[in-house]
């Protein structure tokens, strides 16, 4: 690859955030390096979904890096003991995994370095999300700063930028720009619980927000649930 490319790397969960945040980066020029982490989630079908969308969305190269935050627990996502919520709750949700983000957005720090990019993406979002401290702007500020005096390349004068272009978008806006870019949201899967087959339950938060910003973008819903959402 020439030097003169820029290379980046792109988080991509299998979700209709992340697949729209790589189109952008695609979109923008750069010479994305997907990376997905399987972290001991409820359902393996997402990463089979990253795995489709990185393909298709142009990435140069998908890897998938195991972190088995299954072994601290602490979230409905990791612990198969706390249920999924199916209703609207407040506070932070049982589905925040505590230090989720930080130790992906590590992760991908680790190999930008490797990879000499300077460019990290992430689809976090602080308007139609279920609350988590890791998806706000102040994280994303201070992740940055860490960047900068933890690596080799920081302190060398070659500094990270993280990009969250999603931060102030609602889904519907998210899910029309996606389109814009040739997005198939049907290869993503956000549902919290899907089953083997990648079919959304319809009732947890991640499954209502998605399917409120397909209403709002006016764009028909291609998930496949489970049974006939009522």
């Given amino acids: 690859m020439s030097e003169n490319v820029r290379r980046a790397v792109v988080l991509v969960s299998g979700g209709l955030d992340s697949a729209t945040v790589l189109a952008i980066a695609h979109a923008e020029g750069y010479a994305c390096h997907a990376l997905s982490v399987a972290y001991g989630q409820r359902h393996k079908s997402e990463l089979i979904a990253a795995r489709k969308v990185a393909v298709s969305l142009g990435a140069r190269e998908h890897r998938v890096v195991n972190v088995d935050l299954g072994g601290i627990g602490g979230s409905a996502l990791t612990d198969h003991s706390i249920p999924v919520p199916e209703s609207e709750g407040s506070g932070i949700p049982v589905t925040y995994v505590p230090a989720r983000n930080t130790i992906m957005l590590s992760i991908a720090l680790g190999w930008a370095e490797v990879l000499g990019a300077q460019d990290l993406f992430v689809g976090v979002n602080a308007v139609d999300y279920s609350g988590y401290p890791d998806c706000r702007p102040e994280f994303i500020r201070a992740f940055e700063q860490l960047a900068n005096v933890a690596t080799k390349a920081g302190v060398e004068g070659r500094p990270f930028l993280i990009h969250a ?29 899907a089953d083997d087959e990648g079919k959304a339950c319809g009732r947890c938060d991640s499954c209502r927000l998605r399917a409120a910003g397909f209403a709002a973008a006016g764009v028909p819903d291609p998930t496949r649930y489970q049974k006939k959402i009522a």
Avoid: D, F
């Fill in 165 to 193: 272009p999603l931060m102030h978008m609602n889904k519907g806006e998210i899910i029309a720009r996606g389109m814009e870019l040739g997005v198939n949201y049907a290869q993503t899967i956000s549902c919290y619980q």
